[in-house]
Every structure is written in structure tokens, then in C-alpha cells.
């Protein structure tokens, strides 16, 4: 008999502490957004897909078009076309990743010397052709240049000098 | 709205007005509370709930009314035709009787009659019918099984609720709902019947197949219970009728323990329906809270706890009236 209303009692009890913890939910702030019209800002440990470093010093990216991390990728997504601007000096004048097969290993962001690359924060990656998964890094970074109201860095035009030294090992035509 | 009333003093105006309060009223209160179950819902789970149509989300119901009557009515092939089609109107018209007898004020009341509570009671009753009807109708084992459990619940949820309301007419001594308001003059019933305000609660939401107690419904296993294969304004029906039948359990509650009408300063019409909502409130809260509870349970609480404290609270007010 004891232990009937010893269970009827605690029970009750327990429902009681249950209820004060909704309750006490249900005046807490909210913590979701209105997605289309409030954004979360990612948190920096989150791994997009790559973009260019935007060097604040110089204006531009880094990237030298050395193609290390289009040989190191594993799905060998990454293509880089370099052309020289200078004889010291050669730029992208095509980087594009092809995203949709990306394993999101990271490798290209290491083996970069120049560190030119990083993650992006982009998480809206929704598309409705495997088109629309491509990444076109260079015209990203001028998005990029445009936003924080720098200078637009222009294409490269693909132009190959009379007399300039050709790099090694490629057949002349 | 006390003095439109009284003009159509006569029965049949005052039946007419009623009916069309009535109708009016339901509608009014199902839209109402589909938006404010969403709204605790969200707010318990600390996200904003219906935001887009209206201010925060107010009139998103009727959109959705709207996107239910527009959908097509899908008989099955292999349903008892004429049970099936007749089951959501059993549910949904001993409801609207029900509001014959409710006073919202002192003279706000269709028809006060002497056996008000008996007659509530006895229409709710008959929503069990409908639901076993819905079930069996349907030709589908999760439906079935779904009525099954409801008639099984409420056999054994009407008995505790039945005896629990007899203490407070036992105090008052009339079955009138008006009188039972009018008791409550000096105090509510709360404060002399605590034990019997919580076990009509706990009766009431296992009546309206609320959770905890919703293992009628139960969508996480029983797909949608007995309206499992009713659609578009049919299933339109049943919802109805279960937001109005919470609406006429809280009511009673409020008759019954909160003291009806009564309250200062601001019209009774208000009072009521601010009772009748924090109560309604409260239920919700339940659903929010509680897990569902096994069938077992269900039945061995109310078998075992319910009905035993029942007795022992009218037996209680019974011999404290007799001493007084």
C-alpha cells in the first residue's frame, strides 16, 4: 500500500519536472533562422569547396599555376591552364574545379606552396546539372576582389611570345 | 453579444443564433488552435514555428484548409461504403451538440438544461462510435487496430472520468451546468477538489486521444490510426472534431474547477474562453512533454491508479459533505 503511493507520488513528481523543463524551453530565445531571408555565418572549421586566398598586401591571389595540386588531387578534378606574364612570373589564366567529384580530402589546400588556396564557406551547392557544379576559381576570386571593393584582377589573355622560352619538356609545334 | 441574445430570447431564434455561434465558433476554434498547437510545438522545440502567411504564421491554417478542401476524396476500393462515408459526420455532430449546454456567460447558453453534464457526456461518448466505425469501415489492419485501441482506452478512461465529475456535482447537487458555476462563488473547485481537477485532466486529454495517451493515432506506428485512409475534407472532418472536442473538454474543466464565467473586471464570454485556453494550453503542454505511453500502461493506469483515486476522492467528498 506504501509503496502504491510512493509510485503515484514520484511519478506525479517526475511529470512535474518534465513539465518545468519544456516550460522552460518554451521562453528560451529561438535559435533557428528564417533561412532565405537570416544566414548563419559558417563556422571557419567548415570545409567548402576550395576558392583563392584573397592577399589583401597585393590585391590578387597567390596561386602561381605550379598545377601541384591538380597532380596531387586524387579524382584529378582540378584543371589549371598557367601562362607567363613576365619571365619570372606565370598566373592562371584557368582554374576550374569540378566539384561534383570532389572527396573533399583537402590535399590540393596542403600541397599548395604558396598557400593560395583555402576552404570556401559556400554551403548552397544545389544545382540542377552536373554543370552547375563546376567552379570557376578565377572568377570567383573577382567576386571576391569586387566584394571587399579592391581592384579587379582581368583574365590573363593566352598569348605566347615569339622567342620566349617555352617550358621544359613540352614538344614544340 | 449578451444583449443579441436576449432578444432572440424566443427558442427558435435563440436556437437559430445558436447554431449558426456554433458553427461559427468551431470553425473559429479549430483554425485558432491548429495555429497555436504549431506555435507551442515550435516554441518548446526553440524554433519560430508558421511565420510566412500573415502575422507569425496566423492565417497559415487557413491556407491549409483551403489545400485540404481543394484535395480529391479518395473512397478505397474494398471499404464498407456506406459506414465509411458516414463516419466522419457521427464524429463530428454529437460535438456540436455538445455546445447546446456550455454557458460561455450567465446567459450565454443555447439551452441550460438540468442534465447539461450527463448530456455532454453522454455525446462524447458516442465519438468512440464514430472512430470504431472509421476503423472497422476502412478495411485496413493499422485502422483497425487503431479503433481497437480507441475503444479499449476509452472504456477504460470514461469510468474515471465519469466518477471523478460526480464529486464536484456531488458538492453542488444539480447537474446543471449554470449551477455549477454559480456554486463557485466564493472559491473554485480547484481548491477544494485538487486530486479530482488533475485526474479529470489527465481523463480528459486520454478522451480527446491527446498524447500521451494518443496510441489511436499514433502516426509513428499506426501510419495515422482509423482515418488512415480518409482524405481531403473527410480527414478534414475527424481533425475537426478532435480540436473541438478538446475545446469542450477544457471547457468543462473550466465549469467544473475553474469557475466557469467568473472573474473581475473584464465581460464573462472572456473569462471563459481565457480559461478554457489555458487549459487547452496545457493539454498541449502534455504533448510536448510526455512520450507516448505503452498500451499496457495505459491500461493498467487507469485501471489501477485512476479509478481507485477516483473512488477514494468521491467516497472523501461524500463523507466531508455528509459531516458538514
Given at each position: 500500500m506504501v509503496t502504491y503511493f510512493k509510485e503515484i507520488l514520484t511519478g506525479f513528481y517526475s511529470l512535474l519536472a518534465g513539465m518545468a523543463v519544456t516550460i522552460k524551453y518554451f521562453v528560451k530565445p529561438i535559435v533557428t533562422v528564417q533561412y532565405p531571408r537570416q544566414k548563419l555565418s559558417m563556422s571557419p572549421a567548415y570545409r567548402g569547396h576550395t576558392e583563392f586566398v584573397l592577399d589583401l598586401e597585393t590585391g590578387t591571389h597567390r596561386c602561381i599555376a605550379c598545377e601541384m595540386c591538380a597532380r596531387i588531387c586524387p579524382s584529378q578534378l582540378i584543371t589549371v591552364e598557367g601562362v607567363k606574364i613576365d619571365p619570372k612570373k606565370?598566373?592562371?589564366?584557368?582554374?576550374?574545379?569540378?566539384?561534383?567529384?570532389?572527396?573533399?580530402?583537402?590535399?590540393?589546400?596542403?600541397?599548395?606552396p604558396t598557400k593560395a588556396l583555402k576552404f570556401s564557406e559556400e554551403y548552397r551547392l544545389a544545382g540542377f546539372s552536373r554543370e552547375d557544379c563546376v567552379v570557376d576559381l578565377l572568377a570567383r576570386l573577382q567576386a571576391?576582389?569586387?566584394?571587399?571593393?579592391?581592384?579587379?584582377?582581368?583574365?590573363?589573355?593566352?598569348?605566347?611570345?615569339?622567342?620566349?622560352?617555352?617550358?621544359?619538356?613540352?614538344?614544340?609545334? | 453579444?449578451?444583449?443579441?441574445?436576449?432578444?432572440?430570447?424566443?427558442?427558435?431564434?435563440?436556437?437559430?443564433?445558436?447554431?449558426?455561434?456554433?458553427?461559427?465558433?468551431?470553425?473559429?476554434?479549430?483554425?485558432?488552435?491548429?495555429?497555436?498547437?504549431?506555435?507551442?510545438?515550435?516554441?518548446?522545440?526553440?524554433?519560430?514555428?508558421?511565420?510566412?502567411?500573415?502575422?507569425?504564421?496566423?492565417?497559415?491554417?487557413i491556407a491549409d484548409a483551403l489545400k485540404?478542401?481543394?484535395?480529391?476524396?479518395?473512397?478505397?476500393?474494398?471499404?464498407?461504403?456506406?459506414?465509411?462515408?458516414?463516419?466522419?459526420?457521427?464524429?463530428?455532430?454529437p460535438v456540436l451538440l455538445s455546445f447546446l449546454v456550455i454557458p460561455f456567460s450567465q446567459t450565454l447558453v443555447i439551452r441550460d438544461m438540468n442534465v447539461g453534464v450527463l448530456l455532454i457526456l453522454a455525446f462524447a461518448a458516442l465519438t468512440v462510435l464514430a472512430i470504431l466505425m472509421a476503423g472497422w469501415a476502412s478495411n485496413n489492419k493499422y485502422a483497425v487496430f487503431g479503433s481497437i485501441r480507441s475503444v479499449a482506452q476509452n472504456v477504460a478512461y470514461e469510468i474515471p472520468l465519469l466518477i471523478t465529475v460526480?464529486?464536484?456535482?456531488?458538492?453542488?447537487?444539480?447537474?446543471?451546468?449554470?449551477?455549477?458555476?454559480?456554486?463557485?462563488?466564493?472559491?473554485?473547485?480547484?481548491?477544494?477538489?485538487?486530486?479530482?481537477?488533475i485526474l479529470y485532466i489527465t481523463c480528459a486529454t486520454a478522451e480527446t486521444n491527446r498524447a500521451p495517451f494518443d496510441l489511436p493515432e499514433a502516426e509513428s506506428e499506426l501510419v495515422a490510426g482509423f482515418h488512415t485512409e480518409y482524405s481531403g475534407m473527410r480527414f478534414g472532418l475527424f481533425f475537426l472534431a478532435e480540436y473541438t472536442n478538446m475545446f469542450i473538454v477544457a471547457a468543462l474543466a473550466t465549469i467544473f474547477f475553474l469557475g466557469g464565467w467568473r472573474g473581475p473586471v473584464l465581460p464573462g464570454w472572456v473569462w471563459f474562453l481565457l480559461k478554457v485556453y489555458a487549459i487547452i494550453f496545457l493539454i498541449m503542454w502534455f504533448r510536448?512533454?510526455?512520450?507516448?505511453?505503452?498500451?499496457?500502461?495505459?491500461?493498467?493506469?487507469?485501471?489501477?491508479?485512476?479509478?481507485?483515486?477516483?473512488?477514494?476522492?468521491?467516497?472523501?467528498?461524500?463523507?466531508?459533505?455528509k459531516l458538514m
Amino acid at each position: 500500500m506504501v509503496t502504491y503511493f510512493k509510485e503515484i507520488l514520484t511519478g506525479f513528481y517526475s511529470l512535474l519536472a518534465g513539465m518545468a523543463v519544456t516550460i522552460k524551453y518554451f521562453v528560451k530565445p529561438i535559435v533557428t533562422v528564417q533561412y532565405p531571408r537570416q544566414k548563419l555565418s559558417m563556422s571557419p572549421a567548415y570545409r567548402g569547396h576550395t576558392e583563392f586566398v584573397l592577399d589583401l598586401e597585393t590585391g590578387t591571389h597567390r596561386c602561381i599555376a605550379c598545377e601541384m595540386c591538380a597532380r596531387i588531387c586524387p579524382s584529378q578534378l582540378i584543371t589549371v591552364e598557367g601562362v607567363k606574364i613576365d619571365p619570372k612570373k606565370k598566373v592562371p589564366r584557368k582554374y576550374v574545379i569540378e566539384y561534383q567529384y570532389c572527396s573533399l580530402c583537402g590535399l590540393c589546400v596542403e600541397s599548395c606552396p604558396t598557400k593560395a588556396l583555402k576552404f570556401s564557406e559556400e554551403y548552397r551547392l544545389a544545382g540542377f546539372s552536373r554543370e552547375d557544379c563546376v567552379v570557376d576559381l578565377l572568377a570567383r576570386l573577382q567576386a571576391q576582389q569586387q566584394r571587399a571593393g579592391l581592384a579587379v584582377t582581368p583574365r590573363p589573355e593566352a598569348r605566347r611570345e615569339e622567342g620566349e622560352a617555352k617550358p621544359e619538356g613540352e614538344v614544340k609545334g | 453579444m449578451d444583449n443579441l441574445v436576449r432578444i432572440l430570447g424566443t427558442d427558435l431564434g435563440r436556437m437559430l443564433a445558436g447554431l449558426i455561434g456554433v458553427i461559427a465558433l468551431v470553425s473559429v476554434n479549430a483554425l485558432f488552435l491548429i495555429w497555436m498547437e504549431r506555435k507551442v510545438a515550435a516554441h518548446m522545440q526553440l524554433r519560430p514555428g508558421p511565420m510566412e502567411v500573415g502575422w507569425h504564421g496566423a492565417i497559415q491554417t487557413i491556407a491549409d484548409a483551403l489545400k485540404l478542401m481543394g484535395k480529391e476524396l479518395i473512397t478505397p476500393a474494398e471499404v464498407d461504403r456506406s459506414v465509411y462515408l458516414l463516419a466522419p459526420i457521427v464524429v463530428f455532430l454529437p460535438v456540436l451538440l455538445s455546445f447546446l449546454v456550455i454557458p460561455f456567460s450567465q446567459t450565454l447558453v443555447i439551452r441550460d438544461m438540468n442534465v447539461g453534464v450527463l448530456l455532454i457526456l453522454a455525446f462524447a461518448a458516442l465519438t468512440v462510435l464514430a472512430i470504431l466505425m472509421a476503423g472497422w469501415a476502412s478495411n485496413n489492419k493499422y485502422a483497425v487496430f487503431g479503433s481497437i485501441r480507441s475503444v479499449a482506452q476509452n472504456v477504460a478512461y470514461e469510468i474515471p472520468l465519469l466518477i471523478t465529475v460526480m464529486s464536484p456535482i456531488l458538492m453542488v447537487g444539480s447537474y446543471r451546468l449554470t449551477d455549477i458555476v454559480a456554486a463557485q462563488e466564493k472559491f473554485w473547485f480547484i481548491v477544494s477538489q485538487p486530486l479530482a481537477f488533475i485526474l479529470y485532466i489527465t481523463c480528459a486529454t486520454a478522451e480527446t486521444n491527446r498524447a500521451p495517451f494518443d496510441l489511436p493515432e499514433a502516426e509513428s506506428e499506426l501510419v495515422a490510426g482509423f482515418h488512415t485512409e480518409y482524405s481531403g475534407m473527410r480527414f478534414g472532418l475527424f481533425f475537426l472534431a478532435e480540436y473541438t472536442n478538446m475545446f469542450i473538454v477544457a471547457a468543462l474543466a473550466t465549469i467544473f474547477f475553474l469557475g466557469g464565467w467568473r472573474g473581475p473586471v473584464l465581460p464573462g464570454w472572456v473569462w471563459f474562453l481565457l480559461k478554457v485556453y489555458a487549459i487547452i494550453f496545457l493539454i498541449m503542454w502534455f504533448r510536448w512533454t510526455f512520450p507516448r505511453v505503452r498500451f499496457d500502461q495505459l491500461i493498467t493506469f487507469a485501471w489501477k491508479i485512476l479509478i481507485p483515486l477516483a473512488f477514494a476522492n468521491l467516497l472523501l467528498t461524500a463523507l466531508v459533505m455528509k459531516l458538514m
